[in-house]
């Protein structure tokens, strides 16, 4: 499964990098980084929040843009009226990188998302260090201990956690270990189907104080209006605004629809 070979090429680059920067190091840097941002604030501030993802690419759709420019995807944005903005650092799947969110977090002024398959203390680290606001935490890929480990760990660091379910167990998992942001992904992530009904099913077992975030597959005004009245606060959307010729009234149209 992608998904596997995902975790494994993960594992082996922590292995890799922990032989080139010192933990101490990276403490040091995340530190001496300004002060987070409020993301879990900027979910809850609007009848529908919006987090845009800058990404160039994905394992199940191969290269979605050729002519790359994450610094003014992310200022088309924020003219769009995002709340928040997720960027895709993964390298070998998605061809993103540490670098892509330092320009992001140079060009604008609201909370950011490091998107990326986290494993360990310290990849929480190199977000915060590199201007991160908040994390994102895949049940299907983390034990209920390191799940509310890392949430914690991250808490410590003044950053917000975005927990990710598929499932109504993996959302019961989050919900155990602490989290308060729950996103409900409508990708499979074993075999990459898209399936919108994910979201009301898994919606059911998320407290009414818990964001619920929908993710994956949104792309048109009508789609947000059906999560909507599944009760999502917030949604991610990533491929539809990538492809767009006019990302900032893309994302307008779509804010719209979840206000109505």
Known sequence: MILDDIVARKRLQLREEAGITPLSELERRALAAPAPLNFEAAIRSADLSVIAEVKKASPSKGLIVADFRPTETALAYVEGGTDCISVLTEQHFFQGSDDVLRL????????????????????????????????????????????????????????????????EDEAKR????????????????????????????????????????????????????????DGCDAILVGESLMRSSDPAKALAELKRAGAC
């Open 174 to 229: 989050l919900i155990q270990a602490g989290g308060r942001i729950i996103g409900v992904n409508n990708r499979n992530l074993s075999t990459f189907a898209i399936d919108l009904g994910t979201f009301g099913r898994v919606r059911r077992v998320i407290p009414a104080s818990c964001a619920a975030v929908a993710e994956s597959g949104i792309h048109t005004a009508e789609d947000v209006r059906r999560l909507r009245q």
């Open 104 to 167: 992001v977090r140079s060009a604008v002024g609201c909370p950011i998302l490091r998107k990326d398959f986290l494993l360990e203390e310290r990849q929480v680290l190199e977000a915060r260090a590199i201007g991160a606001d908040a994390i994102l935490l895949i049940a299907s890929i983390l034990d209920d201990a390191t799940l509310r480990r890392l949430f914690l760990f991250a808490e410590e660091l003044g950053m917000a956690t975005l927990m990710e379910a598929h499932t």
